[in-house]
Nanobody, 124 residues
Framework: QVQVTESGGGWVQPGGSLRLSCSVS????????MGWFRQPPGKEREFVGA????????VYRDSVKGRFTVTGDIAGAIGYLQMNSLKPEDTAVYYC?????????????????WGQGIPVTVSS
């Protein structure tokens, strides 16, 4: 059974940085892409960024471009979401998700496996 686990969340002041990790056990066969989503308090879940096994292939939501970086190893067994210049509006529960295949997708319905989520709070 594929298991996806996030770690590294917590509290940070505005302007600070955090790095979230995503580990995958019992990884499914074949290539996979890793995505990050978040759900701010009282809002719907939204796409943050994703990385494919092809080097340099990433996609981000506009509000995090230039601040967040998604990386992952080729096997898809571990990935990271580096978050810099954090803002209060980045406060949310962050989810790591895995989908089979090489295509980068922004829709949560396109992802096959999900972590439990980890909270990130940005406040002074």
């Amino acid at each position: 059974q594929v298991q996806v686990t996030e770690s590294g969340g917590g509290w940070v002041q505005p302007g600070g940085s955090l790095r979230l990790s995503c580990s995958v056990s019992n990884h499914p066969k074949g290539p996979s892409t890793m995505g990050w989503f978040r759900q701010p308090p009282g809002k719907e879940r939204e796409f943050v960024g994703a990385v494919s096994p092809e080097p340099g292939h990433t996609v981000y939501r506009d509000s995090v471009k230039g601040r967040f970086t998604v990386t992952g190893d080729i096997a898809g067994a571990i990935g990271y979401l580096q978050m810099n210049s954090l803002k209060p509006e980045d406060t949310a529960v962050y989810y790591c998700a895995l989908r089979r295949g090489m295509l980068l997708k922004k829709n949560a319905d396109d992802y096959d496996y999900w972590g439990q989520g980890i909270p990130v709070t940005v406040s002074s």
